[in-house]
């Protein structure tokens, strides 16, 4: 089974610039999150997708962060402007979320340094 | 919202020694409580989970048990090996929603 990629692995932009990142989660399934992961830290939740319906972004700063899910499997999660606080790994995870199963399967991450 | 709270934030223990990882969460609601190990450059892995109505599992050296009452779940590894040198996190789901709010983490070293 496939587990859940992203990309790019690493990205490094200068304040102010914008930035995307790309997620595909594991085939079949319907919730994906976005976390950030500052150095030294624990994951943070982002935004939290049902299919291509969000569930929960209430922790999204909305003023710079963007994510969607068009057709309820890649998501794309984007920053603009940039600031120096915005380094961090972004972390993607898939989860079936049945009653039975809601583990979450995480990605390797995109690392960003914004300088 | 949930909080979560990990003790210790450094672990350095011998190899074939054990190491205790503990947690502890605000939400009486919680019901789900799964440990991630996280290994240098990788996304977070899960190694073993407990839901609310047990109170302990295990699988091979690891172990967690949990503590509804006094609102707290440990990590127990036993015979640690140096290959379990990582970041480990706990985690809890919130009554009120359904993602992983985690803990701050803590870093174990296993010395030869």
């Known amino acids: 089974e496939a587990g859940v990629a992203q990309s790019p692995r690493y990205k490094i932009i200068e304040k102010r610039q914008s930035v995307a990142f790309w997620c595909n989660p594991i085939?079949?399934?319907?919730?994906l999150y976005w976390y950030q992961q500052i150095l030294g830290q624990g994951p943070k939740l982002l935004i939290q997708?049902?299919?291509?319906?969000?569930?929960?972004d209430s922790q999204l700063p909305k003023d710079r962060f963007s994510a969607e899910r068009l057709k309820g499997v890649d998501s794309t999660l984007k920053i603009q402007p940039a600031k120096l606080e915005d380094s961090a790994v972004y972390l993607c995870?898939?989860?079936?979320?049945?009653?039975?199963?809601?583990?979450?399967?995480f990605g390797q991450g995109t690392r960003l340094t914004v300088v | 919202g949930e909080n979560v709270e990990q003790h210790p934030s450094t672990l350095s223990v011998q190899e074939g020694d054990s190491a205790v990882i503990k947690c502890t969460y605000s939400?009486?609601?919680?019901?789900?409580f799964p440990w991630y190990k996280q290994e240098l450059g990788k996304g977070p892995q899960l190694i073993i989970d407990?839901?609310?109505?047990?109170g302990e599992k295990k699988d091979q050296r690891i172990a967690v048990t949990l503590n509804k009452t006094a609102k707290h779940f440990s990590l127990h590894i036993t015979e640690t090996q140096p290959e379990d040198s990582a970041v480990y996190f706990c985690?809890?789901?919130?009554?009120?929603?359904?993602?992983?709010?985690f803990g701050k983490g803590t870093s174990l070293l296993v010395t030869p």
């Open positions: 995870a898939s989860s079936p979320r049945t009653q039975l199963n809601t583990e979450a399967f």
């Open positions: 085939s079949g399934h319907a919730t």
């Open positions: 997708f049902q299919n291509n319906g969000v569930v929960d």
């Open positions: 939400d009486s609601a919680s019901n789900y």
């Open positions: 407990i839901r609310s109505n047990v």
């Open positions: 985690a809890a789901i919130p009554n009120s929603g359904y993602a992983l709010n």
